[in-house]
C-alpha cells in the first residue's frame, strides 16, 4: 500500500515527526553510474525556505544511501535510503491531537486507523515526498542514459498564467493569509514509442495515479486533456507524418504521446492540478472528536503555495512510471 | 498487466473479433446473493445500437458465468465469465492491417509487441470494456448491501452540458461526419469514511487510475478538481459540522468526499473526461507501416460519441475501486 | 489469490462440478508460434482413465483459446481459456453436502467461507489443475525455443522406487480399497546461469510455492535436499570446472542447479512429495457439520494415486515458473 | 522482488558490508502495543558469537525504528527500521572479487547482474536475515494478542538427532575445520481454522516459500511430509473427533494442520532443511572469473553450523505468513 510500481518498485515510511522518512527502491538496473552529489542538488530542489510563501522549515534533507549503491554504481539490489527528520518542532502541534482541521486528513485518517500521530500531519505530510524525489532523482539518471529527459513546470498559480507574476501573486496571498492552489505541467521527451500496458497498465492510467498520489492534487489530464471533451474529432486528429530518418511521428500532438496506452514516441504531455494549501495563516474553523467547534490560530510552518516546491516531485513520480515501463517493454518478447 | 485491484482483483481478456471477451474477478466475498438477471441488465446498458451516433454492431452480450456463482450465492472462489463475440466482421477491417490510422492504437500497439491483431482494434478496442461491467455490476450488487450506490450520468458532450440538447448535438455530428467527446460525472453515495490508502494507493489515485484505463479517457479529477487550481483555501475550506446523529461531517463538498486520500463520509463526486471517437466517417488521413500517406474509407461500425455507452463503464470501474477499498479497510485492524 | 507468477501470471477459476475450468495466462511474450494440437496432447496427458488407479471420469479436456493467439501466433495479450466440466456426476456427491471427510478440505474450507460447493470438492478438486496444465503446456513451447526443456518422472509410489514394480504396487493398493503417495523428480535442463530473485524471490522458493501449490503436495526440495541436513559441507561440494567452450560448470550437482537462489547454470533438480489419496474406496470415518460420527460409503470416481497423472502438472508448474524468471531477467539491465 | 507478504508486506534492502540492513513492514495493523526491548531480545537471538560454532563477527545489531510505531503502538503506516553494520571487516575479503567460491552465490549472482559486493557475501549473505527477525519479531508480538504461538527448534544437526550432543558434534565439525547442515522444526499453535488461500496462495505453499527463501534451505515440508509419500492412506488418516467445548478436531495429526491449504484449527507443523554452511575452515577449490582453478583459505567469520541462529529466523518468516493470513481471512466475508 506504500509501494509503487511492477518491476521498478518503490515502498516509502515515515512520518513528518518521526526519526526519519526514507524508501527502498527496488529493482534499478544494475552497474548503472549514480551521481550522488547530482542527487542530492536534486533532493534539495523540494526544500522548503528558498521561495516566497514557502514553509520556514528547514531541514538539510541529506540523503543517506544504505544499501544497493556500491563504488558509484547500482548493483541490481535494492537501494535503502533515509533523510532525517532535524528540525521537527512538535510542541507546535500539541493542540492538534484531538482537533480536525478543515480540509486536512485529520478526521479521515482517525476513522481509518482510530490512531494518529497527528504531529506535523504525521505520515499524511506533504513530507513524505521527500523519499519520493530521493527515488525518482535516481530513476532520472537512468532515463538520461536512454535519452529520456523530464521538465515540469509551474503553469498556473491561483488564476495567473505568467511565470513572471506569479511570486507577486504567492505574496499578496500570503500578506491576506490565504494560501493559493494551481497547475504544475510536464513533458517527457525522448519516449521511444511502445510504452505502457494496453487495458488496466495505460500509461496514463500509471501517471495519474502517481501524480494523483501527490499530496494536494486534485485532477490529471494528458495530451489535450479537458480539453478535447469539447472538440470535434476533426479537431483533434494528429496526423501521421514520415521523418527525415524514416520513423513515424505526428504533426500535432492533441494526444499527448500515448495513443491506446501505450507512448507513440511524441512528447508525453501531462497537467497535474493542486489544491491550495487548507492551513491559512488566519484563525480556522475546526472541530473537535466530541464535535464542538474550536478556532485554531495556525502556528508550525506551512507553504502558502506548494507549486514550486512540487516540482521535483512530479518529475520524480514521471520518472518513477516511465523507468518501470522501459523495463516492462523488455518482456514484451521472448528474444 | 490485465489484472486492476488488490483483495477485489479483475482479471480481463479478449480481442473485439476473437471468440469471446472474459475475466475472473478474484476475491469476491462469500455468501453473497448475486441476482444474474439485474447483472445482465446492467451489462445491457453498455450496448451499442440504442441510441443515435451509437455504433450498430449489436452483440447481444449475454454474461456466462463459469464460476465462483452457486445457487445464487458467492461462493469465496474466483467468478470467471465469458461474453462471446458473435457479430463481428472482420472482412470489414482487412484494408487496416497493414496502416495506422490517426489517434487510434495502430502504431504505438504495432510497436509494442510486432504483432497485432487490427480486426475492429483488437484488444484496443472499446469492446473490452465489456468485461468490466460484468465485474463491476457484480460488485455494485454487493455494494448495494453496504448501502454504497453509484451513479454516473454525462455531463457534457461536446461543448453542450444541457441534458436535453445532448441527443440532438450527436446527431449533428454523425450528420457531419464528425464525433464528439465528452465528460461524464460520477457520484458515489454512502461511502463510509476511513476508506483508501494514505500514500500511493490514496482513494482518488486509485479511481483515476480505473477512470483513466477506461477508453479515449483524457482526464480526470474530484471534488472541484481542476478548479481548485485558480481557486483561494478560503474559498475551498469544507467546514466542519456535526450532524444530528452526532457523527462528523462538512457543510460543502469541495473536497470531493476524500481528505488525504481516505474518504471522509461525504460523497465521492469525480469527472471523468473522455476524447471524441477516432474514427470520423468521412475520408481519414492514415500511413501505412512503410510510411505512405494512404486515403481510408472507414466502414465498420463506430459510435460517434461514446459518452452515453461509457455511463456503466465508469460506473463499474468506481464500483470495483470502492468494494476493493472496503474490503482492504477491514484489515487495518487486528481485533 | 487465484493468480501465480509475475511478469509471466496466471490466473485460474473453475469449480470441479460448474460449468467449466479456465484461466487467463498474461504476459506470454508476443509473435510466439504455439502449436495448439501439441497443446491439447500435453494437456491429455493428465487425463484419467488412463492408468490402473485412476479415477474413471473421462472429461475430454478439450482445450478452447478465447483470446491472445491468433493465426498461431501469441499476440502479447493475455490468453484466455476454458476446458468445459462435461462428465459431473454431481448427485453421487449429495451425500456430502454437510460432512467432513477425512483429509479433505470439506472442513477447512468451510470455516474460511462458511459457504462450500462439495460436489466433487468444488474447487479443492484435483480438476483445477486442468487450467495449470494449459498454461503450463504454453509455456513449454516458448521455453523450447530458449533451448530449455522439462522432465517429471514418478520416483516413488508408496515405498515402491522401481518403475516396472510401480503399476502392480498400485494394483495392489486398488484390491485393497487402500491409496497411495509418492514422489515425482523433475529435472530442468538448459537453464542459464542468472534466473532467479536473491532474497525473497529465490528461484527455489518460487518453485517451492509452485509445487506445494499443487493438490495432495507434502513436501518439496531441490538438489540433495532432505539429504543435505545430514552431510557435512566438505560432501556435498560442487567443485567448479572449466567446460570446453569456455564456460564455467560445476563437477557435481548437490546444489541442484541453484545457489544463492539463482540458476547456475547446471540441471535444475527437484523433488515433490505426494501424499496418498484420501478417498480411500471403503467405509470413511467422516463427521458431520453438528459433530456427529458418520461413515461414508466413497461413490464418485477417485484416482488411488495420483503420481501419474500429475507428472504433467509438476512439469506445467516447472514451466511457468522458469519462463516467467527467464522474462524478468531482462530487466536487470537498463541497456 | 524483495517483498514478501500481500497485506502485510515486508521489504528488505542492505548488503553484509554497506552502512546497514533494514527493512519496511507495510500493513501492520494500527493501535497495536509493540515491545521494543522485547523485540530486541527476540533480534539478539540470532546473533553470531553466542555458541561453538558460531561466527565471531558480533554487531550488536540495534533496531532503530525510523517510523510506525509512536508511544508504543502501531499507527498503522509501514514501519520503517534499520540495524547498522558496524562490525565489517571487508579488506578479509578482498581475495574474492574475483573468485567463485564453491556453492556459494559468487557465479550466479555475477552471471545475473555482472557487478557484485563480493565483502561478506554482499546482499547474498546471510546477514540480510536481521531485517526478516526484526519485522518477524514484529509479527509474532501481534500474533500473541490472538492466542498464537510459534516454537521453533533444532530437531538434526548433521546426523545428529539428540538435541544433547549437538553442540559436542558440532564442535567436532569445527575441530575437523568441516561444516554441518541440519533441520528445524516448527509448530504453530492456536492458529484458528480458516487461514490460508485455495489455489495458489495455499497456507502450506506460502510458508514453503517463506522458508525456502531463508540462506542455505534445501527443503521444506508440512505434516508427514515426505514421510507421507511412503504411506498408505489408510495410515495417514486424521480422524475427526468433536471437542468437549463442541468444536471439530482431529485425533491425529498427520496433516500438519492444514487441509486443502487451509488451516484446520490443529497445530500446524512444518520441517525446514538447511544445507551445510559452504564455507570450510580448509583450503577450498575455487575458480577465478577467467576460469583458473584457485585455492582460498578462507578467512573471514564463518558459521560451522547455522541452525541454532536460524531458529528465531524460521519463527519470523512463520510469524509473517500466519500473520499475513490472518489479516486476509478478514476479507472473505462482506459483513
Redesign the interface.
Known sequence: ????G??L?L?????SH???????L??V????DIDLASLQRFVDRRRTGQTIGASSRNEGDVV?????I?QG????????F?VRNHDARSADYEHLAHC?R????D???Q???????HRGG???SAR?TVARVVAGGIAIQ?LE??GISITATVA?V??CHDAGQMQRVIAD?VAQG??????ISCVVKGV???????????L???L???M??I?SV?????????D???????????????RGD?T?G?VTN???G????????EDIVMRV????????M?DL???DCQ???VTLHPRGRHDACVLPRAVPVVEAMAALVILDN??????????
Open positions: 500500500m506504500n509501494t509503487i511492477k518491476i518498485a515502498t516509502t515510511f515515515g512520518e518521526g526519526p526519519a522518512m526514507g524508501g527502498v527496488d529493482g538496473p544494475a552497474g548503472m543517506e544511501i544504505l544499501s544497493g556500491w554504481k547500482t548493483l541490481g539490489t535494492p537501494i535503502g533515509v480536525y478543515p480540509n486536512h486528513a478526521y479521515s485518517w476513522t481509518k486507523y482510530a490512531i494518529r500521530d504525521g505520515r499524511a513524505e537512468l542514459r536512454v498556473q491561483g488564476n496571498a490565504d494560501t493559493l492552489g494551481g497547475i521511444p514509442a511502445g510504452l505502457g500496458e494496453p487495458v488496466f497498465g495505460k496514463h492510467a500509471q495519474a495515479a502517481a494523483m498520489s499530496p486534485h485532477g490529471f489530464d494528458y495530451g489535450d486533456g479537458f478535447m471533451a469539447a472538440r470535434r474529432g476533426s479537431e483533434v486528429m494528429d496526423r501521421w507524418k514520415r524514416g513515424i505526428t492533441h494526444s499527448g500515448i495513443q491506446g496506452g501505450i507512448s507513440n514516441g492540478a493542486f489544491k491550495p494549501v487548507p492551513t491559512l488566519r474553523p475546526a472541530i464535535g464542538n467547534d522501459y523495463l516492462i517493454k523488455k518482456t514484451n518478447v521472448l528474444l
